[in-house]
Every structure is written in C-alpha cells, then in structure tokens.
C-alpha cells in the first residue's frame, strides 16, 4: 500500500529524493511519515507531515537538511535529502500515523500493517 522509491548510493554532500506512493489506503486523518533503520539499531524518525495541519516535524539529525512535501492529489508524499552524511545510511520506510504524527519521532504502531517495504539508501564519506 506504500511503495518507496528514489534510493540509492550518493557520496557526501550529496543529494536525494525519496517518493512513498500510498494506494488503496483508507485510514481515517492519517498523516505519512518516513522512517530509517540503520545496521544495527532500531527504526527512528525522520520526519512526519501532520494530516491536522500539513506542517512537517523532523528528527533532530535531519533538521536543516531534509525537507518532507506531499502532493495529495498523487497520494505522495516526498523526502528531499541534502548534504547527506554517512550516518543516514540506512533503510528508509515510509508510514502511517495518526493524524498529529503522535508518535513521532518513536515509529508509529497505531496502524501497524501500514509500512512500505523499504529502500536503501547508502552515502559514502
């Protein structure tokens, strides 16, 4: 129901876009989020756009440097990375929340079949 794309490799400095396309999702005043998981370590937050106000909360790593858009009327929703580090190596995921992203930055269980497959992204120093 998510599917992510825009993954790759980039070296540092770099920059990249993911996109999370959600098809047949019916989940009542949700918001989107994206998720990474580094080798290793637990799922953290990246960002989550409010569905309450369409503003976008971001995790402390990735303020300044990732901007998170949306285009409801493609049910998309995008994550520009920039200036990208060795530390955002990782898996990133995109799903759903509540419609405050309450959970945020902790990965959101309120709609647990709700997560899209993942993609890799990988930076290199």
């Known amino acids: 129901q998510f599917v992510e794309s825009g993954g790759g490799q980039v070296q540092a400095g770099g920059s990249l876009r993911l996109t999370c396309k959600a098809s047949?999702?019916?989940?009542?005043?949700?918001?989107l989020g994206w998720y990474r998981q580094a080798p290793g370590l637990g799922r953290e937050g990246i960002s989550c756009?409010?569905?309450?106000?369409?503003?976008?909360r971001y995790g402390t790593s990735v303020q300044g440097r990732f901007i998170m858009t949306k285009d409801a009327a493609k049910d998309t929703v995008y994550l520009q990375m920039n200036n990208l580090k060795a530390d955002d190596t990782g898996v990133y995921y995109c799903?759903?929340?509540?419609?405050?992203?309450?959970?945020?930055?902790?990965?959101?269980?309120?709609?647990?079949?709700?997560w899209g497959q993942g993609i890799q992204v990988t930076v290199s120093s």
């Open positions: 799903a759903a929340d509540d419609y405050s992203c309450t959970a945020f930055p902790a990965p959101p269980s309120l709609f647990p079949g709700y």
């Open positions: 047949g999702v019916t989940l009542p005043n949700h918001s």
């Open positions: 756009m409010r569905s309450s106000d369409g503003e976008p």
